[in-house]
T-cell receptor
Framework: GENVEQHPSTLSVQEGDSAVIKCTYS??????FPWYKQELGKRPQLIID?????GEKKDQRIAVTLNKTAKHFSLHITETQPEDSAVYFC???????????FGTGTRLKVLA | EPEVTQTPSHQVTQMGQEVILRCVPI?????FYWYRQILGQKVEFLVS????????KSEIFDDQFSVERPDGSNFTLKIRSTKLEDSAMYFC????????????FGSGTQLSVL
């Protein structure tokens, strides 16, 4: 079945710097890749997503890039702020299903 | 913005007891899910449900688990005989059938099995 790997598991950056989180997926037929932000004790919240027919998508300070050939996608956060501190999960939708498989998460700490 | 709602927010139970976790998906959504998250770990897929039947389930979703849509709005997860290792945050989620594929999560039920 689909497997999603995510790196790094923890990431500390200075406020104002950029953060990059990377994911790889195993099922080449996957075609939808969302990113979720989860604050402590809260539900995962969708922050950005990308479909397989697009290579890059941007929404203000966050962007996602997708390389279908290499089966990896990345989340980029620019001009990080303390409120960006959270756990970020990538996910991939398995082919032929509506099942979303999540990565193992990245704990991002933005240091003021 | 419409939300997926879950009750209760916390549930404490004794090992071997049955628990029912309740969810109200977003009203025009037709795919429903249960996910589980053990403290500090990733969000794990349990089961998906569409057209009044299970469409897919994971290895975690064994005979102790069942799901039901008892009426037009509720979606429930039942654990028949809870084990210590069932302690986790359980998230309900829902999505529409077409595009966009966005999956919306409820606020979760923290289940503690003693």
């Amino acid at each position: 079945g689909e497997n999603v790997e995510q790196h790094p598991s923890t990431l500390s950056v200075q406020e104002g710097d950029s953060a990059v989180i990377k994911c790889t997926y195993s099922d080449s037929a996957s075609n939808y890749f969302p990113w979720y932000k989860q604050e402590l004790g809260k539900r995962p919240q969708l922050i950005i997503d990308i479909r397989s027919n697009v290579g890059e998508k941007k929404d203000q300070r966050i962007a996602v890039t997708l390389n279908k050939t290499a089966k990896h996608f990345s989340l980029h956060i620019t001009e990080t702020q303390p409120e960006d501190s959270a756990v970020y999960f990538c996910a991939a939708e398995g082919s032929g299903t509506y099942k979303y498989i999540f990565g193992t998460g990245t704990r991002l700490k933005v240091l003021a | 913005e419409p939300e997926v709602t879950q009750t209760p927010s916390h549930q404490v139970t004794q090992m071997g007891q049955e628990v029912i976790l309740r969810c109200v998906p977003i009203s025009n959504h037709l795919y429903f899910y249960w996910y589980r998250q053990i403290l500090g770990q990733k969000v794990e897929f349990l089961v998906s449900f569409y057209n009044n039947e299970i469409s897919e389930k994971s290895e975690i979703f064994d005979d102790q688990f069942s799901v039901e849509r008892p009426d037009g709005s509720n979606f429930t997860l039942k654990i028949r005989s809870t084990k210590l290792e069932d302690s986790a945050m359980y998230f309900c989620a829902s999505r529409w059938t077409g595009l966009p594929e966005k999956l919306f999560f409820g606020s979760g039920t923290q289940l503690s099995v003693l």
